[in-house]
């Protein structure tokens, strides 16, 4: 069975930074479109970020994009995100997810999901 596991979370002062990790097992990563969303108390999973099975294409959410950097490394089965000039708002967890056809914006759309990590920025 295909597992994500995310870590790289804590509590961090605004205007910090974080990089998150999201480690996938199988031999099969490569193939597979990764994302991060997150989700906020009270609130709907929001995109934060995706990108291609090869890294050649990457796409933000408007609320993060010039703050936050998606990369992998398929020999590492990993995906991360660079998170910097936190804010409060950025308060969440985030989930990594993946899909073999899918790098949108829509959570519904992916199969696999990590159980998340905790972000949280204080003011």
């Known amino acids: 069975q295909v597992q994500l596991v995310e870590s790289g979370g804590g509590l961090v002062q605004a205007g910090g930074s974080l990089r998150l990790s999201c480690a996938a097992s199988?031999?099969?990563?490569?193939?597979?479109?990764m994302a991060w969303f997150r989700q906020a108390p009270g609130k709907e999973r929001e995109f934060v970020a995706s990108?291609?099975?090869?890294?050649?294409?990457?796409y933000y959410a408007d609320s993060v994009k010039g703050r936050f950097t998606i990369s992998r490394d398929n020999a590492k089965n990993t995906v991360y995100l660079q998170m910097n000039s936190l804010k409060p708002e950025d308060t969440a967890v985030y989930h990594c997810?993946?899909?073999?056809?899918?790098?949108?914006?829509?959570?519904?759309?992916?199969?696999?999901w990590g159980q998340g990590t905790q972000v949280t920025v204080s003011s």
């Open positions: 997810a993946r899909d073999p056809n899918y790098s949108g914006a829509t959570a519904a759309s992916y199969r696999s």
């Open positions: 199988g031999r099969t990563f490569s193939i597979y479109n």
């Open positions: 990108i291609t099975r090869s890294g050649g294409s990457t």
